[in-house]
Structure formats: C-alpha cells, structure tokens
C-alpha cells in the first residue's frame, strides 16, 4: 500500500502539491513540518515525501524544507524525498536538495498543469519506458527544463518533449510531479 507524505508549512500549499498527484497511492497525507512531519513517518511509514520548497516559513539557519530534508533523512533514511521547488533560484534549490539527500527536485508548475485526482483522460500505467524516456524522466527528477534536458542528452527540445509526452502516458501521469511520483512508487526509479 504505497503512502505519500506531503510537507508545506500551510494547508493552501499542501493542497497545491497534491494536486499533481493522483489516486495512485492509497494514502496521500498534508503534514505541517517539524513534530507533525516525524510522528506521521512513524504512524505511515511513507513511501515518498514530497516537500513544497517554494512555500513561505523558515528555521533558523536556513528554509523549512531543509530541516524537513533532515527530519525525514534521520527518521527513515530510505524514503525517498522529492522537493518541489518554485522557479526562483531554482538551479540553487534543486543542487542544495540532491545535496542534501532528495532523490530529486521538482519545479512547481509543469508545463501540463496539475490535474485533479482520478482526473479523465489517465491511461493505465505501464513501465515499459524506452532508454530515452527513462532519461527524460531522470532529467525531470533532477528538476532539469525540458532545454536543460535536451542538452544534456545532445537531443532537440521537440524531441524531449515527444518523449515527455510518451512518458506522462505510459505512466499515466498528469505532469512532471506526477511522473516522477509514479516513477518512484512503481519502482522505475530508486
């Protein structure tokens, strides 16, 4: 039974990271960070975290999310953290998050949009991904542009883009949060 935990220091920004994820988890909690975030990992025992990166609160020394990094790395060093950042100082955010022990750092706002949970026009997933879209999907987890992508992997941008959308359907997923959620829980990525 896969469990996500999603971390934001307020509800609005729970509920704006949960849009981009589906039913595809049976359980899919908002915590607030700090105690609410360390007693849910012990109740749920998450098999994702995602973290809102781009909303407002901080701790001393640094943003919230980075205490949440921690708190999750320390309490249960094998579930894996997404950070979904804003496009602010994002490059920064997204070095700092795979530094800090996230699997990958996401930008809020994909392309495609979030879609409602159980929204229509979903297919059945499948992991049957070519190399290629396990790249294009690599380059998403490390919260690269679809440009960023295409130059690391010496492609066209429409191109990346046409393996994008290959991928979003074989995983039936919504957009790049989703994509990357589903990549995680269905064992495509680790």
Known sequence: MPVCLIVAPDAAARERVARGVDAGFDTVHGVGPGAELAAAIER?????????????GTVPGGAYWIAVLDTVRTAAPDVAVLVVGGPADEHQMAGLALERGAKGFLRGGEETGPRPFG???????????SRRELDVLLGMCEGLSNSEIAAS???AEDTVKTHARRLFRKLGAGDRADAVARGFRQGILH
């Not at 749920?44 to 407002?56: C, F, K």
């Not at 929204?119 to 991904?129: D, I, K, S």
């Open 119 to 129: 929204a229509p026009g979903r297919r059945p997933a499948t992991t049957e991904l």
């Open 44 to 56: 749920e025992r998450p098999d994702l975290v995602l973290v809102a990166a781009d909303a407002h």
């Open 153 to 155: 992997l010496t492609l």
